[in-house]
Nanobody, 125 residues
Framework: VQLQASGGGLVQAGGSLRLSCAAS????????VGWFRQAPGKGREFVAA????????YYADSVKGRFTTSRDNDQKSVYLQMNSLKPEDTAVYYC???????????????????WGQGTLVTVSS
């Protein structure tokens, strides 16, 4: 699976953005699709994930209630709706996918086999 993340940009604090993760080569089927972010000078951290078949979602505590991940029905796109953005949400956002990841590993980047190139989100104060 090849992944392409898009939708990043510059937004003021309190604003919203929607990121997209598009798959090519193969469609999402039994995959878990995760979102991670990496702020300047920091390590990559888990943001959210969705299990394709069940649509079950997982969120980091820092984004619960503000971010929502969802998928469409064509097996090719996953979205991250980000509301009430804060300056600390500024980061490069990546999507990743795995068919074999177990639930306990969903927040761990090492559990993902496929990665997109990242899209920059900048939140100004």
């Amino acid at each position: 699976v090849q992944l392409q993340a898009s939708g990043g940009g510059l937004v003021q604090a309190g604003g919203s953005l929607r990121l997209s993760c598009a798959a090519s080569g193969r469609t999402f089927s039994n995959h878990v699709v995760g979102w991670f972010r990496q702020a300047p000078g920091k390590g990559r951290e888990f943001v959210a994930a969705i299990r394709w078949n069940s649509r079950h979602t997982y969120y980091a505590d820092s984004v619960k209630g503000r971010f929502t991940t969802s998928r469409d029905n064509d097996q090719k796109s996953v979205y991250l709706q980000m509301n009430s953005l804060k300056p600390e949400d500024t980061a490069v956002y990546y999507c990743a996918a795995s068919r074999t990841i177990i639930v306990s590993s969903i927040p761990n980047e090492s559990g993902y086999d496929f990665w997109g190139q990242g899209t920059l989100v900048t939140v100004s104060s």
